[in-house]
C-alpha cells in the first residue's frame, strides 16, 4: 500500500511538472505594434521608397506583427518636431536627415562639415560602422533609439536669380538651409544670405521669392518639384547628407527580442534598397531637370571647399579633432 502511494505521489509530480513545463514553453503570443513614421518628402522619393520596402520587410520578419505606416510631406510635423515627438513618445518613428541632429547630439555635426564625404562607398562602412553605431547609441540620452542610417544624399544650390559657378556668385542671395549650425556658417562663408526654414514651407517661399534658392539632393529637386521656382542649378555636391530611422526607445524596448530583431534587419536591408535606389536614379536626374527646364552648371568644387576651410576650424572643438579625422580618412 505505502509502494503504490509512493508511485502514486511521483506520478502526480512528474504529471504535474510536465504540464507546468509544457505551457512554459508555448511561445508567448507577440503583442501587435502599428508604427507611424513621419518624414518631409513625398511618397515618390527616395525616403517614400525606402520606407515602402521597410513596411513590406518588417511585416514579412516579424510574422505580420509589425505593421509600419508612414506618413509624408510633413504631415506629421516638420524634422525637428518629428525628432522632438520620437524622443516623447508622440510619434513611434522618424526618418529624417541628420540636419537638425545637432540640435539633439553635437557629434552629428562631424557629417555637415562642407566637402567632408567625397565617395559615399568609402563612407558607407562608417556610417554602418563602430563610429556611426556610437552616433547613434548617443541619442538614447534622448530616448530615442537610432536604427540605421538611410541615405539624403549630395546636396546642390538651386537658385531663381543666376547660375552659380564660383562662391562669389553667392553674393547676397537669400538661400534657406537646414537648421544646422555648420550648414549656416559654411554658406555664410560662401558668402551668402543664408536662413534656416522648415523644409514644409520651402517651396512656397522660392515660389512668392521669400527665398531666392535652397540646396538639397537632386532627387528631393525633382520629386519636390523645385524645378518649378528654380531655373538654376548647381552641381556642389558640398554637403553630403545621411538620414536616421528612429524609434522611441521605450517603445523599441516593450517590444520581444524578436519583433526587435526583425525591425533591426528590415532597417538594414531598406537601407541598402533606398542607398540604390538613389544611385540608380542620379544617373539620369541630370538630363531629367535639364529637360524641365533647369539650367545647370558644373562649378569647380576645389574652389568652394577652400573658400569654406575656416569652418572646420570653427567647430574643431565642438565636434572633436579624432571623429573628423575619423571620416575625412575615409
Ligand atoms: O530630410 O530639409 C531638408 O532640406 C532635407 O533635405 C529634407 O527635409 C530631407
Not at 18 to 35: C, R, V
Not at 90 to 103: A, D, I, K, R
Request: hydrophobic residues 40%; positive net charge.
Amino acid at each position: 500500500m505505502k509502494k503504490l502511494c509512493a508511485l502514486l505521489l511521483v506520478l502526480l509530480l512528474a504529471s504535474s511538472f510536465l504540464f507546468a513545463g509544457g505551457t512554459k514553453e508555448k511561445p508567448a503570443e507577440a503583442k501587435k505594434f502599428t508604427l507611424r513614421v513621419g518624414h518631409t518628402l513625398t511618397d515618390d522619393s527616395h525616403y517614400g521608397v525606402g520606407l515602402a520596402k521597410l513596411a513590406e520587410l518588417a511585416k514579412q520578419k516579424s510574422n505580420g506583427t509589425l505593421e509600419i505606416q508612414a506618413f509624408g510631406n510633413s504631415k506629421l510635423g516638420n524634422e525637428r518636431d518629428l525628432i522632438e515627438g520620437v524622443s516623447l513618445g508622440t510619434v513611434e518613428m522618424c526618418l529624417t536627415s541628420t540636419g537638425p541632429l545637432p540640435n539633439f547630439s553635437k557629434a552629428f555635426m562631424v557629417f555637415d562639415l562642407p566637402f567632408i564625404v567625397q565617395d559615399r562607398s568609402k563612407f558607407y562602412p562608417i556610417l554602418d560602422g563602430e563610429t556611426g553605431q556610437k552616433m547613434l547609441e548617443a541619442l538614447g540620452s534622448k530616448g530615442i533609439k537610432g536604427i540605421v542610417f538611410y541615405e539624403n544624399g549630395f546636396r546642390h544650390i538651386t537658385n531663381s536669380k543666376r547660375p552659380i559657378n564660383v562662391p562669389d556668385d553667392l553674393k547676397g542671395l537669400k538661400i534657406r538651409l537646414m537648421e544646422n549650425p555648420v550648414h549656416l556658417e559654411t554658406f555664410r562663408v560662401l558668402g551668402a544670405n543664408p536662413s534656416p526654414m522648415a523644409f514644409g514651407e520651402l517651396f512656397t517661399a522660392l515660389q512668392q521669392k521669400v527665398m531666392d534658392g535652397q540646396e538639397n539632393p537632386l532627387l528631393i529637386i525633382k520629386t519636390s518639384k523645385f524645378y518649378e521656382v528654380q531655373k538654376y542649378l548647381a552641381l556642389t555636391g558640398h554637403f553630403y547628407s545621411p538620414a536616421v530611422l528612429m524609434i522611441n526607445e521605450k517603445l523599441f524596448k516593450s517590444m520581444t527580442p524578436d519583433q526587435q530583431k526583425a525591425l533591426q534587419s528590415a532597417g538594414a536591408e531598406a537601407r541598402d534598397f533606398e542607398r540604390n535606389f538613389i544611385i540608380e536614379n542620379e544617373k539620369k536626374l541630370v538630363d531629367e531637370l535639364k529637360s524641365l527646364g533647369m539650367e545647370v552648371t558644373t562649378p569647380d568644387k576645389a574652389v568652394f571647399q577652400k573658400a569654406a576651410a575656416s569652418v572646420y576650424t570653427k567647430f574643431e572643438a565642438d565636434i572633436g579633432k579624432d571623429l573628423i579625422q575619423k571620416v575625412r580618412g575615409q
